[in-house]
């Protein structure tokens, strides 16, 4: 359809500034720009993962070369660092307190090195918090964005989403001994200006209205090496070790690791 047509010149023109995170990984310069082709944009689908309990997990459907989008992490934005500091006093819903005080430490949430934070979790009140960021941010009736992918407040589906590049959720943390094929990598959507076909393209809204001028943050999923058809698709959550769930074992990257911006937080 024309809203992922738009969507892919909108990635294709955007170039993505290789940021390197010393303190997770070792520092090597992998992706230089990025391209994806229209006639391509699918290389993806949804099945249960490869890893015991984890769920679903994201699988190359086509080749796909190192360097290339492989999908969007969809969700609602919010700025890290001092967050909930700078807006308690201005805050009164309890429910949005809430939000901030536990997307920090939920395992949903991918946390970019400029201090934002794309929260994903698909249920209960971040769910809530979402579809209401859709509505608010939507225009001519329609929701910003996909929000097929969440679920009711009051349930813990994790459901498949419309938008077919809205998968970046549902890629897994590679099992223990396995370097991740794929890399958090952030993105900044100038939204301001999009149709609402262009602007449904772009599968995350922002927890407050941004500023006259500002981009909207994000966050893609990008290849670093080739990928074969058929292979699931892992990035390194990056967890730190005081919110680490029972089941994360950190990568072991060797020498000659080459790897992304930030993990989850």
Known sequence: GQSIVDLIRVL???????????????????IQ??????????????RQSQIPF????????KPI?????ICLYPGTALVGKGFADNFAGSVEDASVLQLLQTSRSNNWTVGRPDGVLVDANPVGLHSHLFRAACRREGQHGHDATDTSWVSSPYSEDCLLPVHPLATGHLVNHPPAGTLPNAA????????????WMERWGVPVVPLFPLLRGDTLPGVMIIALRDIK????VYSDY?????????????VNYGS????GISGKS
Request: proline share 5%; net charge negative.
């Open 12 to 30: 294709e023109e955007t170039k993505a500034e290789l940021v390197e995170d010393s303190k997770n990984m070792p520092s090597k310069e992998c």
């Open 33 to 46: 720009t990025l391209g994806l082709a229209i006639s391509q944009y699918v290389r993806i689908a949804c």
């Open 54 to 61: 984890a769920g679903w997990g994201v699988f190359a459907e």
């Open 65 to 69: 070369a190192r360097g290339d989008i």
């Open 184 to 195: 958090f990598h952030k993105i900044d959507w100038p939204v301001e200006n999009m149709s």
């Open 229 to 232: 058809k058929g292979e699931e």
């Open 238 to 250: 990056a967890f730190d070790k005081d919110i680490a769930p029972e089941w994360y074992t950190p």
């Open 256 to 259: 000659d690791a080459e790897v």
